[in-house]
């Protein structure tokens, strides 16, 4: 292969690259100033609004406790991503049009999001089927993102490459959330009511995502696959896909492993807005310089436990982490009420190992695919990361409504980073590298 020629290719490469970081930068803005600051406190007020005397709300005729629909809304959202991610997986890998199932997932979302705009007095459904619709639809759209992985970054440089993607994303989600706290505290200042300042930062997520997701599809490019079966033999695709990984045993040890310790970080990430409202009587404006403060500081912790990873390896950073995990949650259930700086304490906690956890489980991931099974494992590595983390949203909720106690509901969640660390400690990576026929980094 000629200089030229090599040049070429890795000059196209780095175009991918930066394209991919985009749709980071597009769709965190919706998991920072929605589902982690936002959502949460305002639906659980507009549920309140609209419950009986008993504090219960009944969607469905299901008695619910007003604290706890929140919670039950995204574990609902997963499990329709369940139900769509094994399709979109399949028609990627089959048709390899990664690009308009990108576009599907991302504009569906957007809009749902920028729907949020008309969640006011006690539509507590209205604002329910909006959120399950827009976090399945970034769910979905992570599939087909994380599968390009691979393709634009060699084995050696995708640490690099997927926690520079998630300091992308807290670095848009910093920039909207400065936007969204001047918003806020200002809201007397721009004329609006404080309702209707939190119903502009919700819509204003959802024009971000579906506007910076034409960077990203403008960056990429689809690699077409000689097989074009259609869609539908998506969940044939799974039973294929799991039946695969079998045969894949450390593989599938390590996706166990990440789906346990993954399900304690997204419900953290979730629930932490509630828990702070709640629980310890913060403002507003508090949650939402904490969450900044959180972003900031998850772009520092995502490059640097990048560089850690290139010097002890990934797994041993990712370990790390789930410690800090550990600790940093068993402090919350002893917070003051009433108290912010320990909150910004825990806050700073949180974002020093929130994006390298995230990106380095991503990277360490994609050693493990087997060539040409990227959105098909992909899929399967979502499951896990967002689609099956329904358990900690749900066993938040349940504990909530047992106990009405947000402290019980917090300290339950510690499980899911000791089990975590406990699995993952297990995996034999390198071996595991070898198994799935790719070359093992010199640093793993």
């Not at 985009?22 to 929605?34: G, H, L, M, N």
């Not at 393709?151 to 992308?168: K, L």
């Not at 900044?292 to 998850?298: C, D, I, K, S, Y």
């Amino acid at each position: 292969m000629s200089t030229d020629t090599v040049r070429t290719d890795v000059i196209d490469r780095q175009r991918e690259q930066r394209g991919w970081y985009f749709y980071d930068w597009a769709c965190s803005v919706y998991s920072t100033s929605v589902l982690t600051v936002f959502l949460g406190p305002y639906l659980t007020a507009v549920a309140k609004s609209a419950a009986d005397a008993d504090g219960f709300v009944h969607p469905l005729g299901i008695p619910v406790r007003a604290g706890s629909f929140f919670a039950y809304c995204v574990s609902a959202s997963v499990i329709v991503s369940i139900l769509v991610m094994p399709l979109v997986g399949a028609a990627a890998d089959r048709t390899g049009r990664k690009k308009p199932l990108l576009a599907a997932c991302a504009y569906v979302g957007a809009t749902a999001t920028t729907g949020l705009f008309f969640l006011s007095g006690d539509r507590y459904l209205l604002g329910g089927l909006l959120l399950i619709v827009a976090n399945s639809s970034v769910a979905v759209s992570m599939v087909v993102y994380n599968s390009y992985l691979p393709q634009i970054a060699p084995p050696e440089d995708r640490d690099r490459v997927s926690s520079r993607g998630w300091a992308f994303g807290y670095a848009a989600g910093s920039s909207m959330l400065i936007v969204n706290l001047v918003l806020f505290t200002g809201h007397d200042a721009f004329g609006v009511s404080e309702s209707t300042a939190v119903r502009i930062c919700l819509a204003s997520a959802g024009l971000w995502w579906g506007a910076f997701t034409l960077v990203p599809l403008k960056g990429l490019r689809d690699r077409r696959t000689a097989s074009a079966a259609p869609a539908v033999h998506g969940w044939r695709q799974l039973a294929s896909t799991v039946r695969d990984m079998r045969g894949k045993p450390l593989t599938l040890a390590f996706l166990l492993a990440y789906l346990i310790y993954n399900d304690g970080i997204q419900t953290v990430i979730s629930q932490a807005s509630v828990y702070g409202s709640e629980e310890l009587g913060l403002s507003q404006s508090t949650l939402i310089t904490a969450v900044l403060m959180v972003q900031v500081l998850a772009v520092a912790g995502a490059l640097g436990m990048g560089r850690l990873a290139r010097t002890y390896g990934a797994k041993r950073t990712i370990l790390g982490s789930l410690v800090a995990w550990t600790v940093t949650l068993g402090a919350g259930y002893f917070l003051p009420a009433g108290a912010p700086v320990w909150f910004f304490v825990l806050a700073s906690g949180i974002g020093l190992v929130l994006g390298g956890s995230q990106a380095l489980s991503r990277s360490l991931f994609s050693h493990l695919v087997p060539p040409g099974k990227e959105a098909e494992y992909f899929s399967a590595y979502e499951m896990s990361d967002r689609g099956m983390s329904w358990l900690g949203p749900l066993l938040f909720g349940i504990t909530y409504q047992l106990t009405g106690s947000y402290r019980d509901a917090i300290i339950s969640l510690v499980a899911f980073f000791v089990i975590g660390f406990a699995l993952l400690a297990r995996v034999p990576v390198r071996q595991a590298i070898l198994a799935a026929g790719n070359p093992v980094p010199e640093r793993i």
